[in-house]
């Protein structure tokens, strides 16, 4: 058995601060603390001692964790808790406190034991380190909606018209299904920002876009912004007829929006629409897909623009 002498030794040298509350008396007052609590605390034995640890918190007593305390005394139970707690000159520390429960003989709850490290250092690099995360997240989200989203319009962003591609592309491959793409070119857009400057010109971009955008029909057809004035459509399980008459709406709706462009032979704000069409296999390229509708937009540029063509081989 341990020399009484060694036990009460290394209570009194202790770099944590040890504390002993008297359980069968009202409101436990402390009946004992070691030197390193006295230092911890910058209280004297004498405002230590007869009085309730809680005076540590000062005015700061709702804390996250003092019900904890409070459940495991009522029960007489072990805990370790967390708090933040006030040196006599004001300053806070974080306190991991450790209580535990004194039984007697008979059973009988006699005192706590509370065992007090000042934990501030490790607590303020958590509250860092979780910042830190929250700020990462954050950030990533960002990314991760510029990377989805066009910057200006909101609608689709051409990277994420790219992994769509892949995906429907491999899809229809495997089911033998067609897919259709349309490239979309705003007429005469480099006269209407000459005209009416190039703010007037994001406006217009953002309102063909959204245009554009509701006029999607069905579930999984999608428009993105591919670039500058141009946009593209993606849509599986459409035959030609069908494509043409979408093409023909999405028209049809920007020409309605009434966007006045003065310099454009139209008068107003309209597209250009390239479709192609095809039942992709495995020798079929989605680069060559993409070149066919660029070629069909092209031919409706030259049949004078506001005009649909679908690709022919
Ligand atoms: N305001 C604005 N203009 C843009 C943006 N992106 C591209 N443009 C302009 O779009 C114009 C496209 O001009 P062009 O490629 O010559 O084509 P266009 O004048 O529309 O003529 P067609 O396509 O042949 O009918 C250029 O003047 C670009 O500066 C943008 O984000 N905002």
Redesign the pocket.
């Known amino acids: 058995m341990i020399n009484i002498e060694i036990l009460m030794q290394a209570v009194m040298e202790s770099r944590d601060g040890i504390t002993i509350s008297d359980a069968r008396l009202p409101d436990y007052p402390l009946v004992f603390a070691n030197p390193a609590f006295e230092k911890l605390t910058g209280y004297t034995q004498d405002e230590i001692i007869n009085n309730n640890c809680r005076y540590l918190q000062a005015n700061d007593k709702q804390q996250r964790d003092t019900s904890k305390i409070r459940k495991a005394i009522q029960q007489g139970e072990y805990c370790l808790v967390t708090l933040r707690n006030y040196r006599k000159d004001g300053t806070m520390f974080w306190n991991e406190l450790s209580i535990s429960p004194v039984y007697n003989a008979q059973a009988e709850l006699t005192h706590f034991i509370g065992i007090q490290k000042d934990v501030t250092a490790r607590v303020t690099l958590e509250q860092h380190l979780l910042q830190e995360r929250k700020l990462l997240e954050q950030t990533k989200a960002k990314l991760e909606q510029l990377i989805i989203h066009d910057g ?1 319009t909101g609608i689709y962003s051409r990277s994420y018209f790219e992994d769509q591609l892949s995906i429907f592309w491999k899809h229809a491959v495997e089911s033998q299904n067609s897919l259709v793409v349309m490239f979309i ?7 209407f ?1 000459d005209s009416y400057g ?1 703010i007037a ?2 406006e217009a ?1 953002k309102t063909v876009a959204s245009c554009l955008h509701d006029s999607m029909r069905r579930n999984n057809d999608f428009v993105a912004r591919y670039g ?2 141009e946009f593209i459509v993606l849509a599986a399980d459409m035959d030609k007829e069908q494509a043409i008459a979408h093409a023909d709406l999405l028209c049809q709706n920007i020409r309605n929006l009434n966007i006045p462009h003065a310099s454009s032979p139209h008068h107003f704000l309209t597209i ?1 629409c390239g479709i192609a069409y095809i039942k992709p296999n495995a020798e079929s390229t989605s680069k060559v897909f993409l070149h066919c509708a660029d070629q069909a937009l092209y031919q409706a ?1 030259a049949k004078g ?1 506001n005009k649909v063509v679908l690709y022919k081989d």
């Open positions: 200006l070119d705003v007429d005469y857009f480099k006269l920002n190039h010109g994001d971009l500058g004035e250009s540029k623009r």
